[in-house]
């Protein structure tokens, strides 16, 4: 069953103009796993902002609870470059207050937008 789902959309530009005047903000808002790719390098600032997007679009499915930490929702990507969400602490026991045990994610950019796309999705245990 769908618990819920969560879009946002990211201006690269706008983002890019933020992570410029604070080059800091990358380590505050991600993990050093999900910032960076297979290779070592930095994703660039498309990929960043459409991990920012995630982000937000998690917690729009989450209901937007005060309290969730930035680094407690992960947006990785496996060998194959898929990206899925990684949860842990404040953003996983919303996950499970919200009795979701599946998610959904697709991660986009094209131009000036990134966007993410988020379903929260409520499984029983034994299914495939």
């Not at 959309?9 to 297979?38: C, D, K």
């Not at 902002?49 to 729009?60: D, G, L, V």
């Not at 969400?85 to 026991?93: D, E, F, K």
Request: net charge neutral.
């Amino acid at each position: 069953m769908i618990v819920g789902v969560g879009i946002d959309v990211v201006s690269i530009q706008r983002f890019t103009g933020m992570l410029e005047r604070r080059p800091t903000i990358v380590e505050r808002l991600f993990t050093a796993e999900e910032s960076h790719r297979h290779d070592g390098r930095l994703h660039g600032p498309a990929s960043l902002a459409a991990r920012f997007a995630a982000k937000e679009a998690i917690a729009k499915v989450l209901g937007a609870p005060a309290g969730l930490a930035w680094h407690d929702c992960e947006v990785i990507s496996d060998e194959a470059g898929r990206p899925w969400p990684r949860l842990r602490g404040t953003v996983a026991a919303a996950s499970e207050r919200r009795g979701i045990t599946r998610w959904h994610l697709s991660l986009s950019h094209d131009g000036d937008s990134a966007i993410a796309q988020v379903v929260g999705e409520s499984v029983p245990v034994d299914s495939p």
